[in-house]
């Protein structure tokens, strides 16, 4: 279903007025940055993205940190988004950021089966964008391969995908692509 798309400056309102930290909203507008410089060079490219729901759905990605900074974060600000009648591609950007849930997590929560992994190209740079941010910097690759491996466990379906995000975008825009472009 279409629903609605806020604008850049109506998302960050939402993010201040559901209650999401400061630290959020600013690693949201990172993320945000990111995806959108990774975006572009796919359309450079001549890829078919979706800049304005890269930036929209960058920045609402972690609304669901308003409530909780577990995994149901994903699903909480899922729920939230499809109440604000937001449009069905920022509600699946949200649900897929993470780059895929375990088996059983989805249930655990209350939603039907899956591992909710990325599959649309603005799905995908949103999850990349948001495995290389953190604290302010963009992480390489490797340093961020690292961090989840070590926070999530090698066989993790989340670490399978970012591998598959990153051969993905290097195969069509060049390795080191994240870095490339200020």
Not at 87 to 97: S, W
């Given at each position: 279903?279409?629903?609605?798309?806020?604008?850049?400056?109506?998302?960050?309102?939402?993010?201040?007025?559901?209650?999401?930290?400061?630290?959020?909203?600013?690693?949201?507008?990172?993320?945000?940055?990111?995806?959108?410089r990774?975006?572009?060079?796919?359309?450079?490219?001549?890829?078919?993205?979706?800049?304005?729901?890269?930036?929209?759905?960058?920045?609402?990605h972690?609304?669901?940190?308003?409530?909780?900074?577990?995994?149901?974060?994903?699903?909480?600000?899922?729920?939230?988004?499809?109440?604000?009648?937001?449009?069905?591609?920022?509600?699946?950007?949200?649900?897929?950021?993470?780059?895929?849930?375990g088996?059983?997590?989805a249930?655990?929560?209350?939603?039907?089966?899956?591992?909710?992994?990325?599959?649309?190209?603005?799905?995908?740079i949103?999850?990349?964008?948001?495995?290389?941010?953190?604290?302010?910097?963009?992480?390489?690759?490797?340093e961020?391969?690292?961090?989840?491996?070590?926070?999530?466990?090698?066989?993790?379906?989340?670490?399978?995908?970012?591998?598959?995000?990153?051969?993905?975008?290097?195969?069509?825009?060049?390795?080191?692509?994240?870095?490339?472009?200020?």
């Amino acid at each position: 279903m279409r629903g609605r798309l806020p604008s850049r400056e109506e998302a960050l309102r939402i993010l201040r007025s559901v209650g999401c930290p400061p630290e959020v909203i600013r690693h949201c507008e990172e993320v945000a940055s990111l995806a959108l410089r990774i975006a572009r060079a796919c359309v450079e490219k001549g890829l078919e993205v979706d800049l304005e729901l890269v930036e929209i759905g960058a920045l609402l990605h972690d609304i669901g940190r308003s409530r909780t900074h577990g995994i149901a974060h994903v699903f909480l600000g899922a729920e939230m988004a499809m109440r604000m009648g937001l449009d069905d591609a920022l509600v699946r950007i949200i649900l897929t950021h993470t780059g895929g849930l375990g088996p059983g997590v989805a249930e655990e929560l209350g939603w039907p089966p899956g591992t909710y992994e990325p599959t649309s190209m603005e799905e995908k740079i949103v999850a990349y964008a948001d495995k290389l941010v953190e604290g302010g910097r963009v992480l390489s690759f490797e340093e961020a391969l690292r961090k989840l491996v070590r926070d999530l466990g090698p066989g993790h379906p989340a670490v399978e995908k970012l591998k598959a995000i990153h051969e993905e975008l290097s195969r069509l825009l060049g390795e080191g692509f994240a870095h490339n472009r200020p």
